[in-house]
Each structure stands twice: as C-alpha cells, then as structure tokens.
C-alpha cells in the first residue's frame, strides 16, 4: 500500500519557520517527480512547489518564491519544504503529493498528481 506521510506542521508566529517533511513508503517515489500544494480554510488546494526526480528542477508559486524551498532525499524516500519568513496567509492544510511512475518532471496542477498524503497544518499567528 502507497503512503505519503507528512510531518512538521505546527502553530507559529509571522516571521517564523517550519520545515514541513514527506516520508514514502509502499513503492519508491525516488524515480518520480514530487510536490507540495496547500489548502486554506473555504479556499480550494492549491500549488506551492514541485521537484523533479533528481532535484535538477524545481518549481513555486509566486506566493511563496523567495521563502520556500522544496528538497528532497531519494535515498530516505523524503521529500521536505523548508518554508522561512512565515505570514499568516501561508496558514492551510498542507499536503505532500506523488506523480505516477516514469513521471520525473515537476507539475502544477492536482491531476498530475497520482499519490496524496492526508496533510498536516500550518498555522501562522500575527
């Protein structure tokens, strides 16, 4: 069975940082690309990064350029989004994302996605 487990989440204060973590397991996902959307409350998910397979390519939404960094670790199977300089826009469920095999190239849009973890929460204070 796929799983896509995040981990990192928490409440924090504008201007802080949290290192949100992917962990795999159930097939490899060292061969495929991954990404990072996020859900507000009464908004609909959206993207915030992806990364190709050999973290060669990677890719933000404009909201977050500047302040997130997607990495990733294909020998821990671990995907990690480093997001720095934290505003209370950035508060949301935020899910860690798989694409289907033989896709190594960073996307941004929900469909291209095959695996989903179930999230975990970021809360920024002001």
């Known amino acids: 069975q796929v799983q896509l487990v995040e981990s990192g989440g928490g409440l924090v204060q504008a201007g802080d940082s949290l290192r949100l973590s992917c962990a795999a397991s159930?097939?490899?996902?060292?061969?495929?690309?991954m990404g990072w959307f996020r859900q507000a409350p009464g908004k609909e998910r959206e993207f915030v990064s992806a990364?190709?397979?050999?973290?060669?390519?990677?890719d933000y939404a404009d909201s977050v350029k500047g302040r997130f960094t997607i990495s990733r670790d294909n020998a821990k199977n671990a995907v990690y989004l480093q997001m720095n300089s934290l505003k209370p826009e950035d508060t949301a469920v935020y899910y860690c994302?798989?694409?289907?095999?033989?896709?190594?190239?960073?996307?941004?849009?929900?469909?291209?996605?095959?695996?989903w973890g179930q999230g975990t929460q970021v809360t920024v204070s002001s």
């Open positions: 990364i190709s397979w050999h973290a060669y390519s990677t």
């Open positions: 159930g097939r490899t996902f060292n061969n495929v690309a």
């Open positions: 994302a798989g694409r289907g095999p033989g896709m190594t190239t960073p996307r941004t849009r929900e469909q291209d996605y095959d695996y």
